[in-house]
């Protein structure tokens, strides 16, 4: 299974579907229509294009969503699908079965991760409506445009303010989807999106759908055409990508960063260290022997984890047993930790400040993710030191305590 490796192969697989729809398959889609079609029929080529979602699925949807490494096929030996079209779920409101058009989830767990709507592709996105007057029909309502823009309009429609086409009734659809998943699962999918294959709409906060308050604009993201997801694919890839989504991203050199995070969406970053512990050395050798190699971690501000590190075998520094020797291996890891920062800095053409370590362990939402130590393997660990580049102090800082001798 080949699998994205970066925002840049997801535009270029987005675009390839898009392409290739519009200049092959629906040449021959509509070929094959006129050979099919009832001239008597009073049909219009407009009206069966208005009425088809299973074109913007097959074409271009279930592409972009490959794309994003979200598979609906994917075989045994390579962990099996993490995506499954028309998932059945019993409605809050109606008490009946409804469809959702995709649903993705962890593959141990079955925990849902991400719901998408796909809509056809003729459907527009949606305006403001001024009411009708009265005795008006609904059709008569005028649409408007209003400050704020497509972010704006979708959060005032789950508002219950009047919307252009049918784009009430889904978005009310929308949330009785996340309700009744959190009513069986007791979770909440981390992303929810709409799209016809030409937009997207992302909610970066699906938990807004349990409540009664409006979502806000600043947590819905628009992208009005093809052109927009392919040109804010770095923003589109790490906010959808299966491995974003389930914040099991490997570790990425400086260089990759740059496809799966641009700067304004960096939330902070702090140092950590990689740790391996190894308690039988060869013979005539001291024990343990202890391996550091400086990490850097950038939390996003939709919630995902991105951990960096040099991928150079040299980036890595043996913690000495001769106490004379731990102020050189301080400032080696210290230069180290800060080359390294200062690169992804530059790659992302901004200036990042290490959060304190104390800030870390007063957030929930940071310090859930990254405890201060955690084993990752039998003898490796993942050690988080926020702004300090090592978890050693080149002094004891309790005077003449027997615990901080090096010995």
């Not at 049909?43 to 994003?68: G, M, P, Q, V, W």
């Not at 994917?74 to 409605?91: H, I, T, W, Y």
């Not at 790659?347 to 290490?354: E, F, G, I, K, Y």
């Amino acid at each position: 299974m080949n699998r994205t490796r970066n925002a840049t192969d997801f535009k270029t697989a987005f675009r390839g579907a898009k392409l290739k729809y519009e200049y092959v398959f629906r040449e021959r889609i509509d070929k094959l229509r006129a050979a099919l079609e009832d001239a008597a029929l009073s049909f219009t080529k407009a009206d069966i294009d208005d009425s088809l979602e299973y074109h913007a699925r097959c074409y271009i949807i279930n592409a972009l969503l490959e794309a994003l490494n979200w598979r609906l096929n994917a075989k045994v030996e390579e962990g099996l699908p993490n995506l499954v079209p028309e998932a059945a779920v019993r409605s809050d409101a109606s008490g009946t079965r409804r469809f959702l058009d995709y649903l993705g989830f962890e593959q141990n767990t079955l925990k849902p991760l991400l719901v998408v709507e796909a809509k056809r592709l003729k459907a527009p996105l949606p305006l403001l409506a001024t009411l009708p007057a009265p005795g008006a029909s609904a059709a008569a309502a005028i649409p408007v445009d209003p400050v704020g823009g497509p972010s704006a309009i979708v959060s005032r429609g789950l508002a219950g303010d009047k919307l252009t086409g049918d784009w009430n009734y889904w978005l009310v659809e929308l949330k009785d989807y996340i309700r009744s998943i959190h009513t069986k699962t007791k979770q909440v999918p981390k992303r929810v999106a709409m799209t016809n294959g030409e937009w997207l709409i992302l909610f970066r906060e699906p938990t807004a759908f349990l409540g009664d308050a409006a979502c806000p604009p600043e947590d819905i993201l628009v992208y009005g055409d093809a052109d927009a997801i392919a040109s804010n694919s770095a923003e589109l890839y790490l906010a959808l990508e299966h491995q974003h989504v389930l914040d099991e991203l490997p570790f990425l050199a400086p260089v990759e960063v740059p496809f799966h995070v641009t700067a304004p969406f960096v939330r902070n970053a702090m140092h950590a260290l990689r740790l391996r512990y190894q308690q039988t050395p060869a013979i005539k050798q001291p024990a343990p022997i202890i391996h550091v190699a400086p990490v850097v971690i950038l939390r996003t501000k939709l919630g995902t984890t991105i951990r960096v590190e040099n991928p150079d075998p040299r980036a890595q520094f043996e913690l000495p047993h001769a106490a004379g020797q731990l102020g050189t291996h301080l400032a080696d890891v210290g230069h180290a930790a800060e080359d390294l920062l200062g690169e992804i800095s530059e790659r992302l053409q901004t200036a990042l400040v290490p959060t304190p370590l104390e800030d870390h362990f007063t957030d929930p939402q940071s310090f859930d993710v990254h405890k201060a130590v955690t084993q990752s393997s039998e003898d490796e660990y993942f050690v988080v030191t926020g702004q300090h580049t090592h978890y050693l102090l080149a002094e004891p800082s309790v005077p003449d305590c027997p615990y901080h001798e090096w010995g």
